[in-house]
């Protein structure tokens, strides 16, 4: 059993499972159920696909990742950003609105599915620590504005496209004189309405006395009310005959089980565009799913979210889906709700099927102005120029890649803006470690403690130079702390040792060996003794298994003070020696 739920966490929770969870998963499911109704609609509109592909992808996705996943609360289905990639990539394969187009998505999603799968059953998780926090977050920032300003068409009721913020705004500046006033009306109500819900409206009924739950539920059920209303309002107006772009008429009933038809070309277009999907959508996911979890002193599995994640991509491409990944608006409201396991996904994907089925012929004379508005006020909580200036302020290197994120994204589109992102921050990190904090220590008078000359008063000894480098020893590396010690030994004239303080080094490779051998060879050649101190256990035993201890010329020693004194004692002795060398000479 312990080997089953290994590989099936939902074993863990469901021994335990009673009336208690039940319930408050069933009421999760409702609050999810009718936010997510209009997301999944409004996120397929962004992906190029038909509104019902949303709800496809809001069912067995939440299945799958219910039986493999391990976070008790994230929700799992489309979001924006994932929307988003998912149509820049398709777009460049079929024109949006055929079935080649509907036909990428699937097994751009099959992909993506397949490769998390294998990087969990892998364990390359790790994989996901390349794309570091103020990239991933630039790239959110940019993929925000990206989005809201893609959906300003549908608010203005004209044509227009682009994949980038120049092509948005040249399409947008060209149409301007064919506003349907209309559609802008609506757009700008809907508008209205969700912000005045998101901001104003728990507090305001809360001030009247509703009960907190009551008021939270009513406040993230406004795009419901969006919905009905603005239906009625094209219903009952034939808004449609004015020139206000509806949705259309909506397939009823369940998404088609199977595979669809494959070609090589197809698949070998998708690789790159599913690999950073998965790896996005995944970075995305187990940050929700590890801050929730936290907060109930819980743990996911970041290698069993990768197959879970998995499982549920494969689920959508095989039900008429597309690529999808754990949301964080909905893992929150989730989470918030109550929900006690992943069955609260299995209840709403019950809502979202049953909505499939019943609910989408109400559904045609939906206003595409409206998805609009919710996708704009969806994704402007992704927008978060306040970690722009924090990076800037507190590391430039930093703040480099992640402007160039927004930068790449906004200008050339979210593919290239997350390859620049992830190139520019190893680029930045390789730069960073190839010239590392290199210390000249001493010691802290009255202490067994040794610190930086530059920033502490400390006692040094001219025949000794104790040396700390704050970086592992690698290929990009080695030479610069070659270059360090050779300055330092020829500015010292009455130097007899070099002691490399390794308290900081955590690995050497082959060429940082190479260094080490290069400096030991020079230093021997120039009579000073080259010594290692507090060097940690795995670096010891690679060391030992090489020739390089052999040839040391000094010893490695366990404390830097070991070091210095042992050194110092070596120094007096000789000191001594060549005094009574100097007196015997005097006497003959």
Not at 34 to 56: D, F, N, R, T
Request: proline share 5%.
């Amino acid at each position: 059993m312990p080997e089953a739920s290994r590989f099936f966490p939902f074993l863990h929770w469901a021994r335990t499972y009673d009336g208690a969870m039940l319930s408050s998963d069933l009421l999760a499911a409702v609050i999810v159920t009718i936010m997510l109704i209009p997301q999944s609609l409004a996120y397929a509109m962004l992906a190029g696909l038909p509104a019902e592909v949303g709800l496809y992808a809001s069912i067995l996705p939440l299945v799958a990742y219910a039986i493999f996943g391990t976070s008790r609360t994230l929700a799992v289905g489309p979001v924006a950003v994932v929307s988003l990639m998912t149509a820049s990539a398709v777009g460049q394969i079929a024109a949006e609105g055929t079935l080649d187009y509907l036909t990428a998505a699937i097994v751009l999603a099959l992909l993506s599915g397949g490769m998390l799968v294998a990087m969990g059953i892998f364990r390359l998780g790790f994989l996901a620590n390349f794309l570091s926090h103020p990239v991933i977050s630039g790239f959110i920032t940019a993929s925000g504005l990206l989005i809201a300003a893609g959906q300003l068409r549908h608010i203005l009721g004209v044509p227009g496209g682009g994949n980038t913020l120049p092509e948005i705004a040249m399409s947008l500046s060209g149409h301007l004189t064919a506003i349907n006033p209309a559609t802008l009306a609506i757009g700008i109500g809907v508008l209205a309405l969700l912000f005045f819900a998101r901001k104003y409206l728990k507090p305001l009924l809360v001030a009247i006395r509703v009960p907190a739950c009551l008021a939270d539920m009513m406040a993230k059920a406004a795009p419901i009310l969006a919905v009905a209303a603005t239906v009625a309002l094209a219903t009952g107006l034939d808004l449609g005959a004015g020139g206000v772009a509806l949705v259309g008429e909506i397939p009823q009933g369940l998404p088609a089980f199977g595979v669809p038809a494959l070609s090589l070309d197809l698949v070998s277009a998708l690789l790159a565009p599913a690999f950073l999907i998965s790896v996005v959508g995944f970075v995305e996911s187990v940050s929700v799913g590890q801050t929730l979890a936290a907060k109930r002193r819980q743990r996911i599995d970041p290698d069993q979210e990768l197959i879970g994640l998995g499982a549920a991509n494969i689920a959508a491409g095989l039900s008429s889906g597309y690529p999808v990944t754990g949301g964080f608006a909905r893992s929150v409201v989730n989470f918030d709700a109550g929900a006690q396991t992943p069955a609260a996904g299995v209840f709403t994907a019950i809502g979202i099927a049953l909505a499939a089925m019943f609910l989408t012929p109400l559904l045609a004379n939906l206003p595409q102005a409206t998805l609009a508005a919710t996708i704009i006020v969806a994704v402007l909580t992704l927008v978060d120029l306040g970690a722009v200036r924090r990076v800037f302020a507190y590391s430039k290197s930093d703040f480099a890649a992640m402007a160039a994120t927004i930068a790449v994204t906004l200008g050339w589109g979210v593919e290239l803006g997350i390859v620049a992102g992830v190139l520019l921050s190893l680029l930045l990190h390789l730069y960073r470690t190839s010239k590392p904090h290199v210390a000249i220590v001493g010691q802290v008078p009255g202490t067994e403690h040794y610190r930086n000359v530059e920033r502490h008063s400390v006692l040094t000894n001219p025949e000794i130079l104790s040396i700390r480098v704050d970086e592992s020893l690698y290929f990009a590396n080695s030479r610069f702390l070659e270059d360090t010690i050779a300055a330092q030994v020829a500015d010292r004239p009455e130097l007899k040792h070099v002691i490399l303080m390794c308290s900081a080094v955590n690995a050497i490779d082959a060429s940082a060996l190479e260094s080490l051998e290069e400096i030991n060879r020079r230093l021997a050649d120039a009579g000073i003794g080259f010594h290692l101190s507090e060097v940690k256990g795995p670096v010891m035993d690679r060391l030992k298994g090489t020739e390089f201890l052999e040839h040391l010329n000094g010893e490695v020693h366990l404390s830097q003070h070991g070091a210095v004194s042992e050194v110092r004692s070596q120094c007096q002795a000789r000191g001594r020696s060549t005094m009574d060398a100097a007196s015997g000479a005097q006497a003959r």
